[in-house]
Protein backbone atom coordinates (compact mmCIF):
# COMPACT_ATOMS: atom_id res chain seq x y z
CA UNK A 1 0.00 0.00 0.00
CA UNK A 2 3.13 1.92 0.73
CA UNK A 3 3.69 2.18 -3.12
CA UNK A 4 0.72 3.06 -4.26
CA UNK A 5 0.10 5.96 -2.04
CA UNK A 6 3.29 7.42 -2.90
CA UNK A 7 2.63 7.02 -6.83
CA UNK A 8 -0.86 8.41 -5.93
CA UNK A 9 0.60 11.70 -4.50
CA UNK A 10 1.94 12.43 -8.19
CA UNK A 11 -1.07 10.88 -10.15
CA UNK A 12 -3.79 10.94 -7.98
CA UNK A 13 -4.36 14.89 -9.22
CA UNK A 14 -4.35 13.60 -12.81
CA UNK A 15 -6.93 10.82 -12.31
CA UNK A 16 -9.53 13.38 -10.61
CA UNK A 17 -8.86 16.69 -12.91
CA UNK A 18 -8.21 15.12 -16.11
CA UNK A 19 -11.64 12.58 -16.02
CA UNK A 20 -13.70 14.65 -14.45
CA UNK A 21 -12.40 18.37 -15.52
CA UNK A 22 -15.35 20.03 -15.24
CA UNK A 23 -16.11 19.61 -11.20
CA UNK A 24 -12.12 18.07 -10.56
CA UNK A 25 -10.75 20.16 -7.37
CA UNK A 26 -7.61 18.53 -7.66
CA UNK A 27 -4.52 19.68 -9.76
CA UNK A 28 -1.75 17.96 -10.90
CA UNK A 29 2.05 18.53 -10.54
CA UNK A 30 3.00 21.64 -12.21
CA UNK A 31 4.51 25.15 -12.20
CA UNK A 32 7.10 27.32 -13.21
CA UNK A 33 8.31 31.02 -12.01
CA UNK A 34 11.05 33.26 -12.01
CA UNK A 35 12.49 35.60 -9.65
CA UNK A 36 13.94 38.90 -10.30
CA UNK A 37 17.43 37.69 -10.39
CA UNK A 38 16.68 34.87 -12.63
CA UNK A 39 16.48 31.97 -10.48
CA UNK A 40 14.19 29.64 -11.70
CA UNK A 41 11.53 27.79 -9.02
CA UNK A 42 9.47 24.85 -9.97
CA UNK A 43 6.91 22.22 -8.28
CA UNK A 44 6.92 18.60 -8.93
CA UNK A 45 7.53 15.74 -6.57
CA UNK A 46 10.59 14.91 -4.05
CA UNK A 47 12.67 12.86 -3.76
CA UNK A 48 12.46 12.41 -7.75
CA UNK A 49 12.84 9.16 -7.50
CA UNK A 50 11.67 7.09 -4.05
CA UNK A 51 9.22 5.27 -2.58
CA UNK A 52 7.54 8.06 -0.90
CA UNK A 53 6.63 11.22 -3.29
CA UNK A 54 5.35 14.60 -1.76
CA UNK A 55 4.74 17.45 -3.57
CA UNK A 56 7.91 19.84 -3.51
CA UNK A 57 9.01 23.20 -4.46
CA UNK A 58 12.84 23.19 -6.79
CA UNK A 59 15.14 26.01 -7.02
CA UNK A 60 17.74 25.50 -9.70
CA UNK A 61 21.22 26.55 -8.23
CA UNK A 62 23.87 28.84 -9.91
CA UNK A 63 25.55 24.80 -10.80
CA UNK A 64 21.95 23.98 -12.31
CA UNK A 65 21.34 21.59 -9.64
CA UNK A 66 17.83 21.32 -7.89
CA UNK A 67 17.50 22.34 -4.33
CA UNK A 68 14.23 21.45 -2.31
CA UNK A 69 12.68 24.41 -1.11
CA UNK A 70 9.40 23.71 0.43
CA UNK A 71 8.19 20.06 1.27
CA UNK A 72 4.38 19.66 1.76
CA UNK A 73 3.64 18.18 5.00
CA UNK A 74 1.86 14.96 3.98
CA UNK A 75 1.09 13.10 1.19
CA UNK A 76 -0.89 13.12 -1.14
CA UNK A 77 -0.48 16.57 -2.05
CA UNK A 78 -0.33 19.33 -4.20
CA UNK A 79 1.66 22.15 -4.43
CA UNK A 80 0.89 25.74 -6.99
CA UNK A 81 3.41 27.88 -7.53
CA UNK A 82 2.50 32.33 -8.69
CA UNK A 83 4.33 34.94 -8.64
CA UNK A 84 3.34 38.89 -8.48
CA UNK A 85 4.06 41.22 -10.36
CA UNK A 86 7.29 42.22 -8.53
CA UNK A 87 8.15 38.48 -8.79
CA UNK A 88 7.57 37.65 -4.69
CA UNK A 89 7.22 33.95 -4.80
CA UNK A 90 4.18 32.38 -3.43
CA UNK A 91 3.41 28.17 -2.59
CA UNK A 92 -0.28 27.27 -2.15
CA UNK A 93 -0.65 23.64 -0.43
CA UNK A 94 -3.45 21.09 -0.21
CA UNK A 95 -3.25 17.83 1.02
CA UNK A 96 -5.47 15.33 2.63
CA UNK A 97 -8.42 14.02 0.50
CA UNK A 98 -12.08 15.21 -0.23
CA UNK A 99 -13.73 16.54 1.21
CA UNK A 100 -11.23 17.58 3.68
CA UNK A 101 -8.35 18.82 1.70
CA UNK A 102 -5.86 21.35 4.15
CA UNK A 103 -5.22 24.49 2.44
CA UNK A 104 -2.80 26.57 3.21
CA UNK A 105 -0.22 29.83 1.47
CA UNK A 106 3.60 30.43 2.13
CA UNK A 107 5.35 33.13 1.10
CA UNK A 108 9.10 32.07 -0.39
CA UNK A 109 11.77 34.35 0.07
CA UNK A 110 15.60 34.05 -0.67
CA UNK A 111 16.56 32.67 2.46
CA UNK A 112 13.48 31.15 4.15
CA UNK A 113 9.69 30.62 3.69
CA UNK A 114 7.41 32.13 5.89
CA UNK A 115 3.42 30.75 6.01
CA UNK A 116 1.21 33.14 4.76
CA UNK A 117 -2.39 31.69 5.19
CA UNK A 118 -2.59 28.88 8.01
CA UNK A 119 -3.60 25.17 7.21
CA UNK A 120 -7.19 24.75 7.05
CA UNK A 121 -10.30 22.72 5.47
CA UNK A 122 -12.09 25.74 5.18
CA UNK A 123 -12.18 26.33 1.97
CA UNK A 124 -13.76 29.57 2.22
CA UNK A 125 -10.85 31.33 3.54
CA UNK A 126 -8.82 29.91 0.80
CA UNK A 127 -8.78 27.02 -1.88
CA UNK A 128 -5.94 26.55 -4.35
CA UNK A 129 -8.63 25.23 -7.37
CA UNK A 130 -5.76 28.05 -8.75
CA UNK A 131 -5.30 31.86 -7.32
CA UNK A 132 -3.20 34.80 -7.98
CA UNK A 133 -1.48 37.37 -5.64
CA UNK A 134 -0.88 40.88 -6.12
CA UNK A 135 1.92 43.24 -5.43
CA UNK A 136 0.21 44.99 -2.59
CA UNK A 137 -1.00 41.37 -0.94
CA UNK A 138 -4.43 40.87 -2.63
CA UNK A 139 -4.96 36.88 -3.19
CA UNK A 140 -7.92 36.08 -5.31
CA UNK A 141 -8.61 32.53 -5.45
CA UNK A 142 -11.33 30.39 -7.42
CA UNK A 143 -13.79 27.24 -6.18
CA UNK A 144 -15.72 25.58 -8.80
CA UNK A 145 -16.88 28.81 -11.36
CA UNK A 146 -16.77 31.23 -8.38
CA UNK A 147 -13.97 34.18 -7.29
CA UNK A 148 -13.10 35.47 -4.72
CA UNK A 149 -11.06 38.19 -3.33
CA UNK A 150 -9.11 38.04 0.21
CA UNK A 151 -7.30 41.81 1.05
CA UNK A 152 -4.71 42.53 3.39
CA UNK A 153 -6.99 42.79 5.97
CA UNK A 154 -8.05 38.84 5.67
CA UNK A 155 -11.27 40.01 4.58
CA UNK A 156 -12.69 37.99 2.17
CA UNK A 157 -15.55 39.28 -0.20
CA UNK A 158 -17.01 37.31 -3.49
CA UNK A 159 -16.75 39.36 -6.96
CA UNK A 160 -19.37 39.30 -9.17
CA UNK A 161 -18.62 37.45 -12.43
CA UNK A 162 -21.19 37.08 -15.37
CA UNK A 163 -23.01 33.78 -15.89
CA UNK A 164 -21.40 32.92 -18.99
CA UNK A 165 -18.03 32.43 -17.24
CA UNK A 166 -17.84 28.90 -16.27
CA UNK A 167 -15.83 26.80 -13.60
CA UNK A 168 -12.28 28.57 -13.25
CA UNK A 169 -9.56 26.38 -14.42
CA UNK A 170 -6.08 29.42 -14.07
CA UNK A 171 -5.79 32.69 -12.53
CA UNK A 172 -3.09 35.58 -12.86
CA UNK A 173 -2.08 39.09 -12.87
CA UNK A 174 -1.27 41.30 -15.29
CA UNK A 175 0.03 44.35 -15.99
CA UNK A 176 -1.89 47.48 -13.52
CA UNK A 177 -2.79 44.59 -11.30
CA UNK A 178 -5.25 43.53 -14.38
CA UNK A 179 -6.98 39.78 -13.33
CA UNK A 180 -6.89 37.42 -16.51
CA UNK A 181 -9.39 34.32 -15.95
CA UNK A 182 -9.00 30.95 -17.60
CA UNK A 183 -12.61 29.87 -17.66
CA UNK A 184 -13.81 26.46 -19.50
CA UNK A 185 -11.80 27.19 -22.97
CA UNK A 186 -12.03 30.98 -22.75
CA UNK A 187 -9.89 33.83 -21.53
CA UNK A 188 -11.26 36.95 -19.89
CA UNK A 189 -9.16 39.94 -18.67
CA UNK A 190 -10.83 42.00 -15.74
CA UNK A 191 -9.78 45.69 -15.52
CA UNK A 192 -11.68 47.71 -12.99
CA UNK A 193 -14.88 45.56 -12.69
CA UNK A 194 -15.37 45.18 -16.11
CA UNK A 195 -14.85 41.52 -17.90
CA UNK A 196 -13.62 41.32 -21.58
CA UNK A 197 -13.30 38.28 -23.49
CA UNK A 198 -10.13 38.20 -25.11
CA UNK A 199 -9.85 34.56 -26.63
CA UNK A 200 -12.02 31.81 -27.21
CA UNK A 201 -11.85 27.95 -28.04
CA UNK A 202 -8.37 27.93 -27.20
CA UNK A 203 -8.37 24.07 -26.45
CA UNK A 204 -8.53 22.13 -29.21
CA UNK A 205 -11.46 19.22 -29.55
CA UNK A 206 -9.19 16.56 -30.15
CA UNK A 207 -5.69 17.11 -30.52
CA UNK A 208 -3.12 14.98 -32.13
CA UNK A 209 -1.16 14.98 -29.91
CA UNK A 210 -2.95 14.30 -26.58
CA UNK A 211 -0.16 12.50 -23.60
CA UNK A 212 -4.02 10.33 -23.14
CA UNK A 213 -7.39 10.02 -23.41
CA UNK A 214 -8.81 12.98 -21.06
CA UNK A 215 -5.52 14.79 -20.34
CA UNK A 216 -6.54 17.77 -23.14
CA UNK A 217 -5.89 20.72 -20.36
CA UNK A 218 -4.43 23.86 -20.32
CA UNK A 219 -1.93 23.37 -17.09
CA UNK A 220 -0.24 26.94 -16.69
CA UNK A 221 -0.39 30.72 -17.84
CA UNK A 222 1.89 33.35 -17.09
CA UNK A 223 1.63 37.09 -18.55
CA UNK A 224 4.17 39.45 -19.47
CA UNK A 225 4.56 43.04 -18.93
CA UNK A 226 2.84 43.88 -22.52
CA UNK A 227 -0.35 41.65 -21.54
CA UNK A 228 0.62 38.76 -24.15
CA UNK A 229 -1.01 35.59 -21.99
CA UNK A 230 1.12 32.11 -22.33
CA UNK A 231 -0.27 29.03 -21.75
CA UNK A 232 1.62 25.41 -21.05
CA UNK A 233 -0.81 23.33 -23.56
CA UNK A 234 -0.81 19.71 -21.86
CA UNK A 235 -3.27 18.37 -23.54
CA UNK A 236 -1.16 19.38 -27.08
CA UNK A 237 2.32 19.54 -26.00
CA UNK A 238 2.61 23.19 -26.81
CA UNK A 239 3.52 26.58 -25.11
CA UNK A 240 0.79 29.24 -26.85
CA UNK A 241 0.46 32.81 -26.89
CA UNK A 242 -2.34 34.90 -27.32
CA UNK A 243 -1.65 38.62 -27.60
CA UNK A 244 -3.76 41.28 -25.78
CA UNK A 245 -5.70 41.33 -29.47
CA UNK A 246 -6.67 37.96 -28.82
CA UNK A 247 -4.27 36.15 -31.97
CA UNK A 248 -2.84 33.15 -31.07
CA UNK A 249 0.87 31.57 -31.58
CA UNK A 250 2.48 28.47 -31.04
CA UNK A 251 5.73 29.04 -29.39
CA UNK A 252 7.02 25.85 -28.90
CA UNK A 253 6.05 22.14 -29.03
CA UNK A 254 6.72 19.44 -27.01
CA UNK A 255 7.48 16.14 -28.75
CA UNK A 256 6.68 12.64 -26.68
CA UNK A 257 7.01 11.55 -24.38
CA UNK A 258 7.09 15.10 -23.15
CA UNK A 259 4.31 17.49 -22.38
CA UNK A 260 4.72 21.24 -20.86
CA UNK A 261 2.90 21.81 -17.20
CA UNK A 262 4.67 25.37 -16.51
CA UNK A 263 5.50 28.29 -17.96
CA UNK A 264 7.01 31.74 -16.88
CA UNK A 265 8.82 35.15 -18.82
CA UNK A 266 11.76 36.88 -18.32
CA UNK A 267 13.29 39.29 -20.31
CA UNK A 268 11.24 38.26 -22.94
CA UNK A 269 12.45 34.65 -22.77
CA UNK A 270 10.00 32.30 -22.08
CA UNK A 271 10.99 29.30 -19.60
CA UNK A 272 9.43 25.87 -20.21
CA UNK A 273 8.83 23.12 -17.25
CA UNK A 274 8.21 19.54 -18.97
CA UNK A 275 8.13 15.91 -17.98
CA UNK A 276 7.60 12.48 -18.96
CA UNK A 277 4.65 10.37 -17.57
CA UNK A 278 7.21 7.08 -17.27
CA UNK A 279 6.58 3.76 -18.78
CA UNK A 280 3.65 1.46 -18.31
CA UNK A 281 -0.41 2.62 -18.59
CA UNK A 282 -0.81 6.26 -16.67
CA UNK A 283 -3.81 5.02 -14.27
CA UNK A 284 -1.33 1.90 -12.84
CA UNK A 285 0.26 4.09 -10.45
CA UNK A 286 2.23 0.56 -8.71
CA UNK A 287 3.31 -0.40 -11.44
CA UNK A 288 5.21 2.85 -12.71
CA UNK A 289 9.27 3.05 -13.34
CA UNK A 290 9.83 6.22 -11.76
CA UNK A 291 13.27 7.00 -13.41
CA UNK A 292 11.18 7.58 -16.26
CA UNK A 293 9.26 10.48 -14.46
CA UNK A 294 11.27 13.41 -14.70
CA UNK A 295 11.21 16.62 -15.46
CA UNK A 296 13.48 18.91 -17.92
CA UNK A 297 13.38 22.95 -18.56
CA UNK A 298 13.60 24.61 -21.68
CA UNK A 299 13.83 28.09 -22.46
CA UNK A 300 12.75 30.16 -26.33
CA UNK A 301 15.09 33.25 -26.45
CA UNK A 302 14.01 36.32 -27.82
CA UNK A 303 15.63 35.20 -31.22
CA UNK A 304 13.50 32.12 -31.29
CA UNK A 305 16.35 29.25 -30.27
CA UNK A 306 15.01 27.07 -27.95
CA UNK A 307 17.95 25.40 -25.69
CA UNK A 308 17.88 23.13 -22.18
CA UNK A 309 18.81 24.82 -19.24
CA UNK A 310 17.74 21.70 -16.69
CA UNK A 311 17.51 18.08 -17.49
CA UNK A 312 17.28 16.10 -14.28
CA UNK A 313 18.19 12.84 -16.20
CA UNK A 314 20.98 14.34 -17.20
CA UNK A 315 22.16 15.29 -13.67
Known sequence: ?????????????????????????????????????????????????????????WKIDSNNNPNEVLKASQ??????????????????????????????LWKINEEETNLIIE????????????????????????????L???????TISEIELEDKIGRIQLLEIGPSNS?????????????????????????????????????????????????????????NRKVLRVSHSGSVTEILTSKAPWSPHGVDILNDEIYVLESTLGDGKWWEFWKRNDNEIIPRIRKVSTSGKISEVFNFSSN
Not at 13 to 41: C, M, Q, R
Open 179 to 235: LYIFSENNLYKRVNNTIDLIAEGLREENPENVPFQGANIMFDMAVDENGNVYFAYYG
Open 119 to 146: PSTNQNLFHIQTYAVTTEGIIYFAKDHK
Open 148 to 154: FKRDANK
Open 1 to 57: MRTYYSQLTLFCAILFNLLTFSKAESHPWGGLVLDNDGNIYFTFICPFVDDDHYACV
Open 75 to 104: SPSDIILKRTLDRTIFAAERNGSNPNYVNS
